[in-house]
């Protein structure tokens, strides 16, 4: 079946450790996105990906990195920088960069610092 | 700030009602898009409105569009305990060039059997 796979569903993190998420996805889609989603709140964009070797900076990507060497995957690193990183992380594809067409998400991470 | 902003924040109905959720936004916009997201889980797309356009059905779902109010609902008729999730609603906050998706907080529908 395609679709995102997101990896790990749980991780707990010490303070100053940085812990790395995985997003793969098997749709051929070109750009990828990571969201943060905090309670009560709507997703927030952190990164996003038009094509292999290239990124951007989403709305609040400090203390947040990516990478994009393969189409299918785009791991987000959350940094020790990154000071309040407790949340839900989820991450997205779609077919094209395009503000028209449709995201598929991931089942999301959920990251919480002890 | 957000783009788009659900109201109400929280619905509670009894099953077989209909829900009616409404989306707000600032600026201009090419299209709205309706997504859903199940507790603890990823979203999923709904249905997708051009500027252009005023209302959209897909099944039990209706959505309507009026851009000189720069506002949004979307209708879930005959609704089931199956429909509680959140509601979310993205604009792309009409910008040329880049990614301007933007997504509001949501409504968190709750359907009683």
């Known amino acids: 079946d395609g679709g995102i796979t997101q990896s790990p569903k749980y991780l707990f993190r010490k303070e100053g450790q940085n812990v790395t998420l995985s997003c793969e996805q098997n749709?051929?889609?070109?750009?990828m996105y990571w969201y943060r989603q905090d309670p009560g709140q709507g997703l927030r964009l952190i990164y996003y990906?038009?094509?292999?070797?290239?990124?951007q900076k989403g709305d609040i990507a400090e203390g947040y990195s990516v990478s994009r060497e393969k189409k299918e995957s785009f791991p987000l690193t959350v940094t020790s920088a990154q000071k309040n990183p407790t949340a839900f992380y989820l991450c997205?594809?779609?077919?094209?960069?395009?503000?028209?067409?449709?995201?598929?998400f991931g089942e999301g991470s959920r990251l919480t610092v002890l | 700030s957000q783009q788009g902003e659900e109201d109400p924040q929280a619905l509670s109905i009894q099953e077989g009602e209909n829900a009616t959720m409404n989306c707000s936004y600032k600026?201009?916009?090419?299209?709205l898009q309706w997504y859903r997201q199940n507790s603890g889980r990823g979203l999923v797309h709904l249905i997708l409105?051009?500027?252009?356009?005023r209302e959209k059905h897909s099944g039990r779902l209706r959505v309507t569009l009026d851009t000189s109010k720069k506002s949004s609902s979307l209708l879930i008729t005959a609704s089931r305990a199956a429909d509680t999730a959140s509601y979310f609603c993205?604009?792309?906050?009409?910008?040329?060039?880049?990614?301007?998706?933007?997504f509001g907080a949501g409504t968190r529908l709750f359907v009683k059997a």
């Open positions: 749709l051929n889609h070109d750009a």
């Open positions: 409105i051009r500027s252009n356009e």
């Open positions: 993205a604009t792309d906050a009409g910008v040329a060039g880049g990614f301007k998706t933007i």
């Open positions: 990906s038009q094509i292999v070797n290239d990124f």
């Open positions: 600026t201009s916009i090419n299209n």
């Open positions: 997205a594809s779609s077919i094209f960069l395009s503000n028209t067409g449709e995201l598929f």
